[in-house]
Nanobody
Framework: QLRVVESGGGLVQPGGSLRLSCAAS????????IGWFRQAPGKEREGVAC????????NYADSVKGRFTISRDNAKITVYLQMNSLKPEDTANYYC??????????????????WGQGTQVTVSS
């Protein structure tokens, strides 16, 4: 089974940037779609971005569109989430997740079957 571990979270000021990494191990990583999700206290888990197994199709939540960029490097077995112009409302625990796929991708959490443990992002002055 594919295992993923998130890293790169931390405390940043509004307007700042962070790059999250989702490092994978296991097998057949190139066949899996990857999603980034976040969950803040008292809020439902929401899909932030996803990328298909080929890296050619991405999808973003409206709230992060234009600020966040998801990418993958199958050779490094890693998926990234570049977060720019961060806002306090971006504060959450960020998770990456995988599901077997090829074309297209989903930001619906129930579509994913393998999850990391999360990395905390806090945006505050």
């Amino acid at each position: 089974q594919l295992r993923v571990v998130e890293s790169g979270g931390g405390l940043v000021q509004p307007g700042g940037s962070l790059r999250l990494s989702c490092a994978a191990s296991g097998f057949s990583f190139r066949y899996y779609n990857i999603g980034w999700f976040r969950q803040a206290p008292g809020k439902e888990r929401e899909g932030v971005a996803c990328i298909d197994s080929r890296g050619g199709i991405t999808n973003y939540a409206d709230s992060v569109k234009g600020r966040f960029t998801i990418s993958r490097d199958n050779a490094k077995i890693t998926v990234y989430l570049q977060m720019n112009s961060l806002k306090p409302e971006d504060t959450a625990n960020y998770y990456c997740a995988t599901v077997r796929g090829d074309y297209s991708c989903s930001r619906y959490a129930h579509d994913y079957d393998n999850w990391g443990q999360g990395t905390q992002v806090t945006v505050s002055s």
